[in-house]
Every structure is written in structure tokens, then in C-alpha cells.
């Protein structure tokens, strides 16, 4: 009889001095009702192809035992695995391996095809190997993928998988922003322009960046040598002149333990008023206004009384002297 036919299936019916026939022997795969031998369950033939029941006749010494041969048909994929791979690193290049691919139960002669159905804008099937399709990111795990699988006897199978123990990787810091980008005229070296700070995916590297004033791929860096920067503070090396030049590109470089980060800025300088007359002139304007007192240009373009300040301080300076 063929395989995977469900119990109550007829084997076959008993002719012989009786009317009436017990099962005396062999496995729980098969019962008698009457003079009718019936499967109990369903039968593999990857299990056991031959089975093997003894039979007797009611009220009688007949005694007969009998070979079942169960036959092999076509198995539908009962389940797709994934034998997964020790690692799954995060930023490698695609076609990385995460997994193989297999079906059980599976018929022994026949083979299997196996197509994403869904989710695979990361990861792609070749063969029987689950692979990455791009750069996978440990900070956006897991990755969904639904796989399918056929095989030669038009048996079909889908099932949901998930790759989440992608390890995590030193990532580069992604932007690199500075406070201010604007600094007055006339102020001495050492002024600070702004404070540089960085984002970063990776947590235990947030705050932890070095900078420096580095040479720009696009050649944006023509006027690193008029600043410094100390620790994370952008200062000014020398003393700057609006006349002179009203901006200045400068690139500077976030590095943690391991990777790094260039941006272009854009200092510009202020214009400052050249006499006392006109910084009378300047705190008048200033008056009732949020004045800052950090020494840089305030978002409205107006210079923060600090600023003003200071140069009051120069300006007598120099008169007295």
C-alpha cells in the first residue's frame, strides 16, 4: 500500500474458515475490524518500507503472518531549516554567507529549489545558501526574510526566518557639527570660534572622538593654518580681517578607536565697527535686545555684548597706550 494515507486506510480483507480474525503480533500501525485489516496511522515508507503482522483465525489453530510493503510517494516539504552561520558580522560586503539552506522530510531522490518570497531587500538565496544582499547593520536588526522551497514532485513550502545575531562593528561617526561658524575680527589667537561634536551609532564611542584640522578630498582646506583646534574647540591661530577675507574653508576629522569622519566648514568673520563712534553706535542697536555674552555672533547677526565688551576694552587699550 502507498504512504501517508490516513488510518482506517484498507490493507486488505481475510478469506478463510472464520469470520472473526485477531492481530496477534507486529506493530501498533495496523488494527482488524471483522475479517478487514486496517491501518492504525499513517505510514512512511522513509520510516519503515516492510511491515511485518501475524494473524489468526478465530476458533481456529490457522495462523498466518504477513509482510505490508509500503510504498514511497512523492513528500511535500514538511519544514525548511537553516543551518546559520557562526558569524554574521555587521558592514561586510555582500554575499557574505548566513546560512544553508535544507527541507525535512525530504524524499531521498528528490532535490529542492529555494526563492525569497519576501523581505529580501537585505538578504538574497543562491542554491541553497542564504546570503546578504547588502551591508547588513547591526543597529537595524533583525532582518525578515520569507523563504520558499519546491521540489521535482511540485510539493511547495514557505517559511519565515529572521536574522538577528548580526555582531556589532566599529562604525565611522556619521556628521560632525560645530556650534558656532561665525568669529569676530580683530580678535586675538586663541578665540574660540565653536565647540565640535560628532554623532555616532555605536554608544560607547559617543563622546569620545578626536579632531583635527586634515586635508579635505575636494581640496576644501586652503584655510586650515589660521585655526587650531584643542580638544573639542575650534580657535582661531591668528588674528582674523574681515577686509581680508570674509570666509574660510576649513575640513576637519572626527576619529574614534578605529574609523573616521571629514566635513567641510565654513568659517566666517564678522565685520566689526573701527571706531568708538561706532561702537556707541553698536550698543544703542544692542539695547533691549538678547544680547549673548559667549563672545560669538548671535543667530540674529547681531555681535553678543561680550563681544562688544572686548573690543571696548581693546579700543581704550589702544587709546591709552
Given amino acids: 500500500m502507498k504512504e501517508n494515507w490516513p488510518g ?4 486488505g480483507t481475510f478469506s478463510g474458515p472464520a469470520r472473526t480474525y485477531t492481530l496477534v503480533s507486529g506493530d501498533n500501525a495496523f488494527r482488524i475490524d471483522g475479517d478487514t485489516l486496517l491501518t492504525a496511522t499513517s505510514l512512511d515508507n522513509e520510516i519503515r518500507d516492510v511491515h511485518t503482522v501475524g494473524v489468526c483465525a478465530d476458533g481456529t489453530d490457522c495462523c498466518e503472518i504477513f509482510g505490508i510493503t509500503v510504498l514511497n510517494t512523492d513528500d511535500a516539504p514538511g519544514g525548511i531549516q537553516i543551518s546559520w552561520s557562526c558569524w554574521i558580522y555587521e558592514n ?18 528528490d532535490s529542492h529549489t529555494y526563492t525569497p518570497a519576501s ?53 565611522p561617526p556619521s556628521d560632525i557639527i560645530l556650534s558656532h561658524a561665525d568669529v569676530a575680527e580683530n580678535m586675538p589667537p586663541g578665540t574660540e570660534v565653536g565647540t565640535l561634536t560628532s554623532e555616532e551609532q555605536d554608544y560607547y564611542d559617543i563622546g569620545e572622538h578626536e579632531y583635527e584640522l586634515v586635508s579635505c578630498a575636494d581640496g576644501t582646506d586652503a584655510d586650515n593654518p589660521l585655526f587650531a583646534i584643542m580638544d573639542d574647540r575650534l580657535v582661531t591661530r591668528e588674528v582674523l580681517d574681515f577686509e581680508a577675507g570674509s570666509a574660510h574653508d576649513i575640513c576637519v576629522c572626527a576619529a574614534d ?12 568673520v564678522v565685520n566689526l565697527p573701527d571706531s568708538l563712534a561706532d561702537v556707541i553706535r553698536m550698543l544703542r542697536t544692542l539695547s533691549g535686545t538678547n544680547a549673548g555674552v559667549d563672545g560669538n555672533v548671535n543667530g540674529d547677526g547681531r555681535i553678543g555684548l561680550g563681544e562688544v565688551i572686548h573690543i571696548l576694552r581693546g579700543i581704550s587699550a589702544g587709546e591709552e597706550g
Fill in 8 to 11: 482506517g486506510t484498507v490493507v
Fill in 92 to 109: 561586510e560586503p555582500e554575499g557574505m554567507l548566513v546560512g544553508t539552506l535544507s527541507v525535512l522530510p525530504a524524499d531521498a531522490d
Fill in 119 to 171: 523581505g529580501s531587500d537585505n538578504l538574497a538565496v543562491d542554491g541553497n545558501l542564504l546570503v546578504t544582499r547588502t551591508e547588513l547593520d547591526f543597529e537595524a536588526a533583525p532582518y525578515p526574510i520569507r523563504v520558499c522551497a519546491d521540489d521535482t514532485g511540485n510539493g511547495h513550502i514557505c517559511q519565515n526566518f529572521s536574522v538577528e545575531d548580526v555582531i556589532d562593528m566599529n562604525d
Fill in 257 to 268: 578607536w578605529r574609523e573616521s569622519f571629514d566635513k567641510r566648514f565654513v568659517i566666517h
